[in-house]
């Protein structure tokens, strides 16, 4: 018996299981090869991805760079559903190829290996499934989804930096009502009217019928 090593899991399989599933996966790779291409543009589009929205993040609040937020936004949207063509045909391409296997390999040989890949997916347990690949899905659109609605939302955040001046504008000053003055009133004092005595010229009450200086009648 031999061991196989599947990252930290140990799985036992005879040498004649392990010749098969060595045997499957050289075939696998050759009739693969041809769109190896394929696979090295999908991984360069995640790369420019990544880069693309790393700029994006770093102009957000640019006053100057808002043209390269706005273009760096829509590569990251253009390149997503590139890759994401690139990849569903390439895994069309690697799945009609695949299905070549019997042509190349006896039927006995591949059940082996696919027994065996059955036995790896177990000893992988979450990772052996499907989940990884639906919640790399999700991610994904999540993803593209959230520089749809920045591209839709784009506001540029105007922030000062040394060396450049902005206008502030000040806020209207408020109208304050005029009041005009109002002449003083007496209260409850009422001065008097007055007039002069004929006889003797001193200043008396209007209406008094005996001047108080040289106390002659008036009337």
């Known amino acids: 018996m031999k061991g196989w090593v599947v990252a930290s899991t140990k799985?036992?399989?005879?040498?004649?299981?392990?010749?098969?599933?060595?045997?499957?996966?050289?075939?696998?790779?050759?009739?693969?090869?041809p769109y190896k291409g394929f696979d090295v543009a999908v991984t360069v589009l995640e790369v420019l991805m990544f880069a693309l929205a790393l700029v994006a993040l770093l102009t957000l609040h640019s006053q100057k760079l808002t043209e390269a937020h706005s273009i760096s936004i829509m590569a990251v949207i253009g390149f997503f559903?590139?890759?994401?063509?690139?990849?569903?045909?390439?895994?069309?391409?690697?799945?009609?190829?695949?299905?070549?296997?019997?042509?190349?390999?006896?039927?006995?040989?591949?059940?082996?290996a696919n027994?065996?890949?059955?036995?790896?997916?177990?000893?992988?347990?979450?990772?052996?499934t499907a989940g990884p690949e639906i919640v790399i899905?999700?991610?994904?659109?999540?993803?593209?989804?959230?520089?749809?609605?920045?591209?839709?939302?784009?506001?540029?955040?105007?922030?000062?930096?040394?060396?450049?001046?902005?206008?502030?504008?000040?806020?209207?000053?408020?109208?304050?009502?005029?009041?005009?003055?109002?002449?003083?009133?007496?209260g409850a004092t009422t001065v008097p009217r007055t007039k002069f005595c004929r006889f003797c010229g001193a200043r008396i009450v209007r209406d008094s019928k005996f001047c108080e200086e040289c106390g002659k009648k008036l009337a």
């Open 81 to 112: 559903f590139a890759h994401w063509f690139l990849q569903t045909y390439y895994y069309y391409l690697t799945n009609a190829a695949i299905a070549r296997l019997p042509e190349f390999v006896d039927a006995s040989t591949l059940a082996t």
């Open 11 to 33: 799985l036992m399989f005879s040498t004649n299981e392990i010749d098969a599933y060595n045997r499957v996966t050289f075939a696998s790779s050759l009739l693969t090869a």
């Open 115 to 128: 027994r065996m890949d059955k036995a790896f997916q177990a000893a992988y347990g979450f990772w052996g």
């Open 137 to 186: 899905m999700i991610f994904s659109v999540a993803f593209v989804a959230f520089f749809i609605y920045a591209f839709w939302k784009r506001d540029v955040v105007a922030t000062w930096t040394p060396g450049t001046v902005m206008t502030v504008m000040e806020p209207p000053t408020p109208t304050i009502p005029l009041q005009h003055p109002t002449s003083p009133t007496v």
